[in-house]
C-alpha cells in the first residue's frame, strides 16, 4: 500500500498571503489529522478529520482551517500568513479513530 | 494541561542497550505511543500501550505505568541506525488528537 503523500513537499510564501496544503491518506484509512512540528514548540495538533467532520480541534487561531472530502483526501488552509508559521506541516492517517496514526513526508512552509 | 517530559539527549553504543523514559500528566488518558523520526524524515511508528506492562516488538520494547504516569521505551542491540529523535506521545481524550513531548534525541556511537 502507498503510504501517506502530501503536496507540496516545499513551499515560500510572503506574510500576509494564504495557502493551502494536501494531503492524501492511506488506501482505506478514514480518519486525517494534522501536526504542526516547530524546533521551539514541537509537535502540535491541529485537528482531525474523520469521515469529513471535524472530529476535534487543536489551540491554533482561527486562521488555521481544514476539511476532508468524500475520498477521505484532505486540505488543510492557512490564512494571513505570519512569519511564525513557518513550520513542517504533517499530515497522519489512521483507519478509523481513535487508531494508530501513520504520517506523511510533510510540507515545509517558509513564510518570509 | 498536558504535560509530557522525556530527557533532551541520550549517547549510547552500538550493540548496547538503552531506556528512553517518558512521564505524563495530561486531562486523561487513552493510549501512549512511540514514534520515531530521523532528521529531515516524517515520525514513523513504533509501539502503543493502553494497558499497564510491556509490550514486545523485536528489538524495541514499550513499557507503561498508568498509576505513575510513566513510559519508557527500551532499545536492544543498539545499531547506527537507531540514531534519531523518539517522540513519546498521550492520546488524552477519545479520537485521534495526540500530545507529544519534546522528543529525545538518541546519538548511537561505535
Known sequence: KAGVTQTPRYLIKTR????????????????V?????????????????FSETQRNKGNFPGRF????????????????????????YLCASS?????????????????? | GQNIDQPTEMTATEGAIVQINCTYQTSGFNGLFWYQQHAGEAPTFLSYNVLDGLEEKGRFSSFLS??????????????????????????PEYGNKLVFGAGTILRVKS
Not at chain 1, 33 to 49: I, M, R, V
Not at chain 1, 65 to 88: C, I, K, P, Y
Request: aromatic share 10%; glycine share 8%.
Open chain 1, 16 to 31: 500576509g498571503q494564504q495557502v493551502t496544503l494536501s494531503c492524501s491518506p492511506i488506501s482505506g484509512h478514514r480518519s
Open chain 1, 33 to 49: 489529522s494534522w501536526y504542526q512540528q516547530t524546533p521551539g514548540q514541537g509537535l502540535q495538533f491541529l485537528f482531525e478529520y
Open chain 2, 66 to 91: 498508568r498509576s505513575k504516569g510513566y513510559s519508557y521505551l527500551l532499545l536492544k542491540e543498539l545499531q547506527m541506525k537507531d540514531s534519531a529523535s523518539y517522540l513519546c506521545a498521550v492520546r
Open chain 1, 65 to 88: 482551517s481544514g476539511r476532508q472530502f468524500s475520498n477521505s483526501r484532505s486540505e488543510m488552509n492557512v490564512s494571513t500568513l505570519e512569519l511564525g508559521d513557518s513550520a513542517l
Open chain 1, 95 to 112: 483507519p478509523s479513530s481513535p487508531d494508530t496514526q501513520y504520517f506523511g513526508p510533510g510540507t515545509r512552509l517558509t513564510v518570509l
